[in-house]
Structure formats: C-alpha cells, structure tokens
C-alpha cells in the first residue's frame, strides 16, 4: 500500500510581524522612560539621596567599624535598628525618672529657676541647669541651692551606665573683671565645678565624667535681652545614651 504524502505546510511569510510588534512596544516604553526621567522633581532626588547617605553610612559603621575593608552579612543592620528603637525607649524612660525625681525633691519655684528642662536629643538626655542660679555673675563657685539641685540628680546620674558630658554654655557679653579673662574659662571653670562636685560629693566615677566649655558659641535664644541671656548661661549634663561608659 503506497504511502500518503505528508502535505507541506504552506509557507507563513507574516512572521516578520511578530518581531516588529516586540521591537514598537520595546521602542515605545523606551521613550516613556525618556520622558519620565525629564521630568526632575530635584526636591524628592535630595531627600532620596539624604536618606541613601544616611543609611549607607549606618550600615558601614555597624559592619565595618574598624574601616578594615571587609563587608559582613547585613543581619547586624537590623540589630542596629533594634539598638536604636531600644536606646529610643531608655532616653525617654529615663527623661520621665529624672522629671519625677526633680518635681518630687525640688518645689515647683526651685525647679523653675535651677533645673528649667530636661529634654532627649540624638546624643541623649539633657539636664539643663541655670548658671544663673548656680553661680554669682563671673563666678564658679555654686550656690547653695545650686548643690541641694544637683543632689536630688546624684542617684541617677551615679547608677546610669552612661557617659556624661557636662556642657558649660554663656551668653554674648564679655567678662568684665573677676578671675577668668573670657567666656571660654568661665563656661568651663563652671562645668568643671559641677563634676567635681559630682565626683567629690556623690561618688560619680570621674572616668565616665567630662567637662567642656562651649562659651556663647551654642545660644538657645538670641542674646538681645537679659531674659534670652539668662536662658543662653546654663549648664547642660548630658546622659549620653549613644555611647556606655567605660568602666
């Protein structure tokens, strides 16, 4: 029995079509893409190349602290974060004890005039003292009430794991007379006075204590009255929570 002949397909001269079609929707999504980056909106590109900066430069200080040139595994980012949230929730645990020592140990007068704030920052807790009310004009010897302020602090500031920075801040107006020639030996003759007090009298660790001087150089308020000048001559303990102390 003879075979049948296979019928041969006829030849299909549109498929060129196929390639065309992928090459129009290829070309057309190329120009979309053309047109949207014209578009700049420059405000979103700097806040998206902030954000990139500041994480790129967490994740490199978390995997590569000692800048030796070798990458580690991200999971330490997230512990990071993890250390942040919680470093986050111990400042402001923290800045609501030292608010209910202060109110419970100070009248409402003292607090108003020795210990008007206490605030958290990126670097910590901040006990801000009046120098005003702790020492006489060009002085850093402490007042009386200046000593009954700081040792209602004492306990914490004793037991605390962390750092403290004793910050001695000034207004604008130039030292007349007196022992100290400039704001910069007074603002840090008076925080030196304060952690020696501290240290002397409560038993701080002075390794976990410093002292510096900032002048008028950081103003809280203009200095165009005696009220915003009497705001800039503090002296501010800072509870830093970024870094522990070494003991």
């Given at each position: ?74 999971g ?18 923290m ?11 100070l ?10 704030d ?90 976990k ?39």
């Amino acid at each position: 029995m003879a075979r049948k002949k296979r019928l041969e397909e006829p030849e299909n001269h549109d498929r060129w079509l196929v390639s065309y079609a992928d090459f129009i929707t290829l070309l057309f999504a190329f120009f979309v893409v053309l047109y949207a980056t014209s578009n700049r909106n420059e405000e979103k590109e700097k806040e998206f190349q902030e954000s990139i900066r500041h994480y790129m430069k967490m994740f490199v200080s978390v995997v590569n602290p000692g800048g030796s040139g070798t990458a580690a595994a991200p999971g330490p980012v997230f512990d990071s974060v993890d250390t942040m949230r919680r470093t986050s929730r111990d400042q402001r645990q923290m800045e609501k004890e030292l608010q209910k020592i202060i109110e419970a140990r100070l009248t409402e007068k003292e607090r108003q005039e020795l210990v008007p704030d206490v605030k958290s920052d990126q670097h910590g807790v901040r006990i801000v003292l009046s120098a005003t009310a702790f020492f006489p004009t060009g002085s850093a010897k402490m007042r009386l009430p200046a000593t009954k302020a700081l040792s209602s602090l004492a306990d914490v500031l004793k037991t605390t794991p962390y750092r403290l920075v004793v910050e001695g801040h000034t207004d604008n107006q130039p030292v007349l007379g007196g022992q100290y020639e400039t704001n910069w030996e007074l603002a840090g003759a008076r925080a030196a006075s304060v952690v020696r007090f501290l240290a002397k009298v409560h038993g701080v660790n002075p390794k976990k204590m410093s002292a510096v001087s900032f002048a008028d150089q950081k103003p809280i308020a203009e200095n165009d009255s005696e009220e915003h000048r009497s705001k800039n001559r503090r002296i501010e303990i800072l509870i830093a929570t970024d870094n522990e102390s070494e003991e």
